[in-house]
């Protein structure tokens, strides 16, 4: 895949701005994810113990994807 320089820059920006968001704000993407399932599925999505958690680590996960993608796209 030949991506362009502005297309590289975004994709490894993009998945960095994913991770800060699951470090700071994991509540409100719960929030955000059972609206989506009752809206979209019509079921009820109730995060359990430590979800929050979970959250943040799925965050961790992005931002060391993104400084991996930087590394080899830049």
């Given at each position: ?17 994913a991770?800060?968001?699951?470090l ?51």
């Amino acid at each position: 895949m030949d991506l362009t320089r502005t297309e590289r820059r975004l994709l490894w920006t993009g998945t960095a701005l994913a991770g800060v968001l699951h470090l700071l704000v994991p509540g409100l993407l719960l929030s955000l994810a059972r609206l989506g399932y009752r809206w979209a599925l019509s079921v009820e999505f109730t995060p359990q113990d430590g979800a929050r958690r979970r959250v943040r680590l799925l965050g961790v996960g992005n931002l060391v994807v993104a400084a991996v993608l930087r590394r080899l796209l830049d």
